[in-house]
RNA sequence: GAGGCAUUGGUGUAGUGGCAACACAAGAGGUUGUGGUCCUCUUGACAGGGGUUCGAUUCCCCUAUGUCUCCCCA
């Protein structure tokens, strides 16, 4: 990701007036210039090398394991994620956007409850189950930005709807996300697997956390989670409260068997495809809708999740359907991106084009839009400067933007239906009918 | 939502209570229709507003944005 590019922010400010004071200093006139807003950015075109890269490979991966596409609307109603992802969460508390108007509106801040939200209102669940939909595009949250955080961000999801809560999927979705990092040329990938329970043992959990940590001297936001999410109290990073951690219940000596069972079986099949990960027994997310298995991708040594995801069995049901079990997950673009741009940052070169044009005199100009239609008939890559009418200027863009063959089209040559070939590397060039230009253009690019 | 630090051309950096410098990038040239290296020239900035001051890019305050910590997440 380039940085944000600063400009000044777009202040009103008042008409210059000289009743004032006589200006002593030549001023210059208010500047009225706009910038991006708070958190959000542009993706310029030398970025978009890695984001073609990330789609390329996000098509590619979805084909394989059998994911189809779904977009959903960046605007929902708020109350598919006040009740799918949870009202006591950061996300709904405080980190939508609402819009302005009759309705009660929200930029989305994720998109698994849309997907859920289309999944029922679609009639997906007649389909053959189970149904694998991934999506890619912009979420919405407002916090406070900071590098790999913004308040407009993309992300990639997978997710398997309507299957028996089966292991395999688990493991399917994991393996995807952790495909497509690996396809994005990411090594040194950790995967932090864990559970949490399900409504049977999900409450015993809570319990015996509660009892465990109810008169120890926390600090005063797991005070506060205690009552809101004592899960959360796990994930707590105080000094005083990481002490506790070590000897606290843990989520596996509470689960019930179905879900010891279901998790062991993720972990063998994550065996099995030889993907390596660790037990975090302290991973527990800030979705209400998660159930039975939790997972990050981290980049060793990073504090910031590339993808996350998990189970959420009963995220359909509160959204108005039947009880069907699901599990998905959401990669972070942008911190693919930064780090792509960090490990390998010559993927960011432009590909070399094929040929320039060098259009000379007004009879060759005009005739050179039609040349160029007839090399892109021919699948030649073209570039050209056809605004600017010296020739030296033409030929040293064609030297900066690297291609191997200029065409020379003059005066001359235009009367004569030939033009130049020039090869850039060694200097040399040879005058060809035009007729000939795309055969002899495509045999010398061999 | 709370706190710390930062902000100088397109980019990366100097610098100063009194004409803001350098490199790269960009543009135009270096005489006939030939690029790279080289040379010349040009464009272009003190984030915005207010205050102190004879004078503020510099000191102070506010705002905006970035960044870090917290919170949380992708």
Redesign the pocket.
């Known amino acids: 990701?380039?940085?944000?590019?600063?400009?000044?922010?777009?202040?009103?400010?008042?008409a210059e007036t000289t009743a004032a004071?006589p200006a002593?200093?030549a001023?210059?006139p208010?500047?009225f210039?706009f910038?991006?807003?708070?958190?959000?950015?542009d993706i310029l075109p030398v970025d978009q090398v890695f984001w073609d890269k990330i789609r390329k490979e996000v098509l590619n991966i979805s084909d394989y394991y059998g994911f189809e596409r779904i977009d959903t609307p960046a605007i929902e109603n708020a109350a598919v994620f006040e009740k799918g992802v949870g009202a006591a969460?950061?996300?709904v508390e405080?980190?939508m956007f609402y819009i302005k108007s009759d309705d009660k509106l929200v930029l989305r801040?994720?998109c698994?409850a849309s997907v859920v939200r289309a999944y029922l209102e679609h009639g997906m669940t007649h389909l053959p189950q189970p149904v694998k939909l991934y999506y890619f595009g912009p979420?919405y949250?407002?916090?406070?930005?900071?590098?790999?955080?913004?308040?407009e961000?993309?992300?990639v999801g997978f997710e398997i709807l309507g299957s028996e809560s089966d292991p395999i999927y688990d493991a399917q979705v994991i393996l995807a996300c952790y495909r497509l990092l690996e396809a994005c040329k990411l090594s040194k990938l950790e995967i932090h697997v864990n559970t949490i329970g399900c409504r049977v043992c999900r409450p015993v959990f809570r319990r015996r956390l509660l009892e465990y940590y109810k008169n120890k001297p926390i600090?005063k936001?797991?005070r506060r989670?205690i009552v809101t999410?004592p899960l959360?109290l796990l994930?707590?990073?105080?000094e005083k409260?990481e002490k506790f951690k070590k000897d606290a219940p843990t989520i596996l000596d509470s689960t019930c068997n179905n879900c010891n069972t279901h998790f062991k079986s993720v972990v063998e099949y994550l065996d099995e495809l030889k993907i390596p990960y660790i037990l975090d027994n302290n991973l527990?997310?800030?979705?209400d809708y998660y159930s039975r298995t939790t997972f990050?991708?981290f980049e060793t040594g990073s504090?910031?999740?590339?993808?996350?995801?998990g189970r959420y069995d009963y995220l359909v049901e509160i959204l108005g359907g039947k009880v069907t079990p699901a599990v998905g997950?959401?990669?972070?673009?942008?911190?693919?991106v930064s780090l792509m741009q960090e490990r390998n940052p010559e993927m960011g070169r432009k590909s070399k084009v094929d040929v320039f044009l060098?259009h000379?005199?007004s009879l060759?100009k005009k005739k050179s839009l039609v040349l160029i239609e007839e090399l892109r008939k021919g699948g030649i890559r073209v570039r050209e400067?056809l605004?600017?009418?010296?020739?030296?200027?033409?030929?040293?863009?064609?030297?900066?933007e690297n291609?191997t063959l200029?065409l020379?089209?003059?005066?001359?040559?235009?009367?004569e239906d030939t033009?130049?070939i020039?090869?850039?590397?060694?200097?040399?060039?040879e005058?060809v009918p035009l007729e000939k230009l795309v055969a002899e253009v495509k045999r010398r690019l061999k």
């Open positions: 990701m380039n940085k944000a590019i600063k400009k000044a922010p777009a202040k009103k400010e008042e004071k002593k200093r001023r210059k208010g500047k210039t910038q991006s807003v708070k958190g959000m950015h969460t950061d996300i405080k980190e801040p994720e698994t979420m949250r407002h916090e406070q930005p900071q590098e790999g955080r913004f308040r961000f993309h992300q600090c936001d797991c989670r999410n959360r994930d707590c990073k105080e409260c527990v997310r800030g979705l990050e991708i504090k910031l999740a590339l993808a996350g995801g997950a959401a990669l972070g673009v942008e911190r693919i060098v000379i005199g060759a400067a605004g600017k009418d010296s020739m030296k200027s033409q030929l040293r863009q064609a030297d900066k291609v200029a020379i089209y003059g005066q001359k040559e235009a009367f033009i130049i020039r090869d850039l590397a060694n200097s040399s060039q005058t």
